[in-house]
C-alpha cells in the first residue's frame, strides 16, 4: 500500500510534557504528558470540550502552548525543514479551497516539497479517489473530503500520521478502509495518532488509548489494559433475587435488578457471588461474566469530565 520508511529512532514519536494551553479564563488543556509510539494506533479519546482538537493543533503548531512542551521526533514540529515528510495531519478535512480539483489540490501541496506527479496519483489511487481527482472539492461530500484529506496526509510518505475524526462522513466501507489503512500504517512503523467519538471503530483499531478529560490525562495504557481495568460484572440467575443482594453487600459493590430472578453484580468476583448463593441456600441457575466493553469503560472513566450531559428523563418521557 505505501512505502515502509525506516524507524530512525526511538525518539520517532510524539511527545508531550506538561503541555498547557489557556483561552482567556478557559484552560483547554492542562498540563497534559503523553508519548505516542512508533509501530502502534494510539487512540485519543475524550468528550467534547476535553481538549482534543487543541492538543492536535498543538502538536503539528497551530497552537503555540502556555508552558509545557511537544515533540515529535526529538524536536517541535515547526522546526523540521520538510514538514509533509515528517508528519501527515489531517484536523479539519474541509479546509480546502472549494474551487480547486482534487488533483490540483494535491499538486499544490507537493509543489512545496519537490514531490512529483507520480506520488499524487499513487495517493489518488491509494485513497479510491482516482476517478474524481478532475472533480471541483466544493462539490465534494464530507466522506470525499476525508478520503482527499487522508491522500494529502500520505504525500511525503511521512513516519507520523495524525488524524483528528477521520471517519466522520464516510459510508461503512469507507469506515472500514479506514480502520485497515491506519492498522497497515502502525504496522509499517510509523506513529499513528488517532481521535474518534466511535468507540466500536477504536476498540477495533487503536493498540493505545489516551483519555482526555477537561484538558487532563485521565488515562494512558493499552487497550486492554484500560478495558480490564474496570469493575468486575457478572449476570446472576438465582432462585430468590431479593435474598442474594443483602449477602453481597459491601463498599464498591453494586446489585442491580434486572429481571424478577435476574440480578447484575458489579465488582465482586463471581466465584464470591456463588459461594454466597449457595452458603444462602439459593439455587444458582446462571452466573455469566459480562465483558466490559471500551465503551464502558470510557463511560465510566469521563462521567465526570463531562460538560454537556444529555436529559435522560427528558428522553425517557
Known amino acids: 500500500m505505501c512505502s515502509s520508511p525506516a524507524l530512525r529512532s526511538v525518539e520517532d514519536m510524539i511527545t508531550a510534557e506538561n503541555l498547557t494551553k489557556r483561552f482567556g479564563s478557559k484552560t483547554a488543556v492542562d498540563g497534559a504528558t503523553f508519548t505516542a509510539r512508533p509501530g502502534q494506533v494510539t487512540g485519543f ?11 492536535m493543533r498543538m502538536v503539528v503548531g497551530l497552537d503555540t502552548p502556555d508552558s509545557g512542551s511537544v515533540t515529535v521526533a526529538g524536536r517541535p514540529f515547526v522546526q523540521s525543514p520538510a514538514p509533509l515528510t515528517e508528519v501527515g495531519a489531517l484536523l479539519d478535512a474541509k479546509a480546502l479551497h472549494p474551487g480547486r480539483t482534487a488533483e490540483s489540490h494535491l499538486r499544490m501541496l507537493a509543489a512545496t516539497h519537490g514531490i512529483d506527479a507520480k506520488r499524487v496519483r499513487e495517493v489518488l489511487d491509494m485513497t479510491g479517489m482516482a476517478d474524481v481527482a478532475g472533480k471541483r472539492v466544493g462539490g465534494f461530500s464530507l466522506g470525499m473530503h476525508q478520503r482527499l484529506g487522508i ?112 440480578v447484575e453484580v458489579t465488582g465482586v ?25 471500551l465503551e464502558d469503560a470510557y463511560l465510566a472513566l469521563t462521567g465526570d469530565a463531562t460538560e454537556y450531559h444529555s436529559n435522560e428523563a427528558a428522553i425517557a418521557a
Open 45 to 55: 479519546l475524550g468528550p467534547n470540550g476535553a481538549g482534543k482538537s487543541t492538543t
Open 151 to 262: 491522500a494529502a496526509t500520505m504525500l511525503g510518505d511521512p513516519h507520523t500520521l495524525i488524524f483528528d475524526e477521520p471517519v466522520n462522513g464516510l459510508d461503512p466501507e469507507g469506515v472500514h478502509w479506514v480502520r485497515r489503512f491506519v492498522r497497515s500504517l502502525a504496522a509499517e512503523g510509523r506513529t499513528v495518532f488517532l481521535s474518534s467519538h466511535l468507540m466500536s471503530e477504536m476498540a477495533q483499531t487503536a493498540d493505545h488509548i489516551i483519555v482526555l478529560g477537561k484538558g487532563r490525562v485521565l488515562a494512558d495504557a493499552p487497550v486492554g489494559d484500560f478495558i480490564g481495568g474496570g469493575a468486575e460484572r457478572t449476570r446472576v440467575r438465582v432462585s430468590d433475587a431479593g435474598r442474594l443482594a443483602p449477602l453481597l453487600s459491601s463498599e464498591g459493590v453494586t446489585v442491580t435488578t434486572t429481571a424478577p430472578d435476574v
Open 269 to 293: 468476583p463471581a466465584a464470591r457471588i456463588a459461594h454466597s448463593a449457595i452458603a444462602a441456600g439459593l439455587e444458582l441457575h446462571e452466573l455469566t461474566p459480562l465483558t466490559v466493553s
